[in-house]
């Protein structure tokens, strides 16, 4: 009598790791505008903080001179903009093509655009890094009466001019378009903050 038998082995292992990996980093550009009218007396009219858009072109402009090596003077200068039914900067806006708004250049004394002095207060080594010119305002001396709808930031100085890189722009934040008189004097701060 024969006997067979057959014995089966099988072993099965079975191993999946899953593991995602998310390493990742952003960047911010924010910046504000403070701005405070005085009369001619030198009394505090009003004030107001204005948050920003840095538009399109202006990131461009800093990627170009921060990272390719381009060319670069900090010359930096603060223009107004009227009021509008809507003034709304976008970020298309450039300084040839900004359809929300119309800068001012014919209420206030100053030849060019008053320049932004960001070498008064040197940038803060912190998260985020602030650039301000908060130690010598840019000043506009009126001398009309204007409605003021916001500001905006330019590297070229000519009153009413449309070349140059357009940086940011802002509306008045909350109280809307503001008055200004013959007499007055407006000092805006600008403050750029980089956060990582």
């Not at 060319?71 to 900067?89: F, H, Q, R």
């Not at 998260?127 to 305002?137: E, I, M, V, Y």
């Not at 140059?164 to 503001?178: C, K, M, P, Q």
Request: glycine share 10%.
């Amino acid at each position: 009598m024969s006997s067979t038998e057959k014995t089966v082995a099988a072993d099965t292992i079975g191993a999946a790791l899953t593991k995602t990996l998310s390493a990742g980093e952003s960047a911010s550009a924010k910046g504000m505008y403070h701005m405070q009218c005085f009369d001619k007396n030198g009394n505090l009219k009003w004030e107001s903080n204005c948050p920003n858009l840095v538009v399109n072109v202006g990131l461009q402009d800093m990627n170009t001179k921060y990272f390719t090596g381009s060319s670069y003077t900090a010359a930096w200068y603060i223009g107004l903009y009227g009021a509008a039914a809507s003034n709304n900067p976008a970020a298309s806006d450039t300084m040839s093509s900004h359809a929300g708004w119309t800068e001012i250049s014919a209420a206030y004394s100053q030849a060019t655009r008053p320049s932004v002095n960001f070498s008064s207060t040197p940038p803060t080594n912190a998260n985020p890094s602030l650039a301000t010119n908060s130690g010598n305002a840019s000043q506009f001396s009126i001398t009309s009466s204007t409605t003021i709808g916001g500001a905006f930031l330019v590297n070229n100085n000519t009153k009413g001019g449309s070349t140059g890189i357009l940086f940011s722009a802002s509306d008045f934040a909350a109280g809307g378009d503001r008055a200004v008189v013959n007499g007055d004097t407006l000092n805006v701060t600008y403050t750029l903050s980089l956060a990582g």
